[in-house]
T-cell receptor, first 113, second 111 residues
């Protein structure tokens, strides 16, 4: 399974943009890049995912490098409720079709008021 | 709409007792199903996944087993719990190339 590398922690001020980086240099052509976040004592919550092109949704934007070896999750205006552990995950959707998500340690985002 | 049910929310079990956690999914068919465990202060570890009825893949050797008797039902079991089985257990489902949905989790404490 291809691995991802994220910083252990990041800090942001409320109402400022946040850029959460992720490196995935061993990504394969069939790997989707997924982002999830987890609040304490809750299951992970889907944020966004993409394959090659940048993606936008109501929660965030995902910027994918042209060589796909890195990506950045962008929260346009951080709020206190965005404080969570953010996981960048590669999910293979090749012939095996397991789509399994292997979680790393993630980035703990702190948002300061 | 699709939903996932996981129960119980909390469980305290003595060492050596059996375990059965159930997860059911509504609103979709032939989902991929997953069991994860999260130890205190740690990341999520994938325990089992299933791409169809009766098809179970184990990610790590352990004291647990999983079964999928119906398309939208996934069960995590143990014959004899160990202290090290304590943790936060999460069930999840996906369809191909889409987002994963997680249950609310079961916090298991083995005493």
């Amino acid at each position: 399974d291809a691995k991802t590398t994220q910083p252990n922690s990041m800090e942001s001020n409320e109402e400022e943009p946040v850029h959460l980086p992720c490196n995935h240099s061993t990504i394969s052509g069939t790997d989707y890049i997924h982002w999830y976040r987890q609040l304490p004592s809750q299951g992970p919550e889907y944020v966004i995912h993409g394959l090659t092109s940048n993606v936008n949704n109501r929660m965030a934007s995902l910027a994918i490098a042209e060589d796909r070896k890195s990506s950045t999750l962008i929260l346009h205006r951080a709020t206190l409720r965005d404080a969570a552990v953010y996981y960048c995950i590669l999910s293979s959707h090749g012939s095996s079709n397991t789509g399994k998500l292997i979680f790393g340690q993630g980035t703990t985002l702190q948002v300061k008021p | 709409s699709q939903t996932i049910h996981q129960w119980p929310a909390t469980l305290v079990q003595p060492v050596g007792s059996p375990l059965s956690l159930e997860c059911t999914v509504e609103g979709t068919s032939n989902p991929n199903l997953y069991w994860y465990r999260q130890a205190a202060g740690r990341g999520l570890q994938l325990l089992f996944y299933s791409v169809g009825i009766g098809q179970i893949s184990s990610e790590v050797p352990q004291n647990l087993s999983a079964s999928r008797p119906q398309d939208r039902q996934f069960i995590l079991s143990s014959k004899k719990l160990l202290l090290s089985d304590s943790g936060f257990y999460l069930c999840a489902w996906t369809q191909r190339n889409t987002e994963a949905f997680f249950g609310q989790g079961t916090r298991l404490t083995v005493v």
